[in-house]
């Protein structure tokens, strides 16, 4: 089965860096991807990681360690509007290709 | 380019009540997914569609959840008798394949009472 673990709450200030970690254990892992929730919406595509390494998108960057089952999302100059969930999915082929997401962890950011 | 449209927004029904929702994917995608999310939970996949036909419905509750996609463009999710467990956003998703970047649609908000 596949197993997704991330904080449930985090809280920062305006203008600072914050890391979301994300753990996995799953098979037939195929890439992982991070999606922005605020409240009330639905889900929107931030990153996919596929390979080891760290890929940097504006304020946001997304790293990956496949042999560590772990993976953090990096969002600099925080923003009032960055207050929302953060979702980590998986890529998982279980004899279909499927995306299994974590619980996701909401993101208070303060003045 | 058009986002994935979904109707309604919301609904609210008595328990034993059926309901049904509508999504239309982005243009030309042909892999097509509805996703159950309870509050302060990640969504979870109930179905997949590949054109018009079923990928993976291993997690759809069959006794009282359908699901078809017929000419494999828009498609539709009926929920019978509903429950109030089944209170939930229910997210529609596309993608241009299988192994590609999934978009949302708003999603439709039920409330089972």
């Known amino acids: 089965g596949q197993n997704i673990d991330q904080p449930t709450e985090m809280t920062a200030t305006e203008g600072a860096i914050v890391q979301i970690n994300c753990t996995y254990q799953t098979s037939g892992f195929n890439g992982l991807f991070w999606y922005q929730q605020h409240a009330g919406e639905a889900p929107t595509f931030l990153s996919y990681n596929v390979l080891d390494g760290l890929e940097e998108k504006g304020r946001f960057s997304s790293f990956l360690s496949r042999s560590k089952g772990y993976s953090y999302l990096l969002l600099k100059e925080l923003q009032m509007k960055d207050s929302a969930s953060y979702l980590c999915?998986?890529?998982?082929?279980?004899?279909?290709?499927?995306?299994?997401f974590g619980t996701g962890t909401r993101l208070l950011v303060s003045p | 380019e058009a986002g994935v449209a979904q109707s309604p927004r919301y609904k609210i029904i008595e328990k034993r009540q059926s309901v049904a929702f509508w999504c239309n994917p982005i243009?030309?995608?042909?892999?097509l997914y509805w996703y159950q999310q309870i509050l302060g939970q990640g969504p979870k996949l109930l179905i997949q569609?590949?054109?018009?036909?079923?990928?993976?419905d291993s997690q759809l509750p069959k006794d009282r959840f359908s699901a078809e996609r017929l000419k494999g463009v828009d498609s539709t999710l009926k929920i019978q008798p509903a429950k109030l467990e089944d209170s939930a956003v229910y997210l529609c998703?596309?993608?241009?394949?299988?192994?590609?970047?999934?978009?949302f649609g708003p999603g439709t908000r039920l409330l089972v009472l």
């Open positions: 998703a596309s993608s241009s394949d299988r192994v590609e970047t999934q978009y």
């Open positions: 569609f590949q054109n018009n036909g079923v990928v993976d």
């Open positions: 243009s030309g995608h042909a892999t």
């Open positions: 999915a998986v890529f998982a082929n279980t004899g279909f290709q499927k995306l299994v």
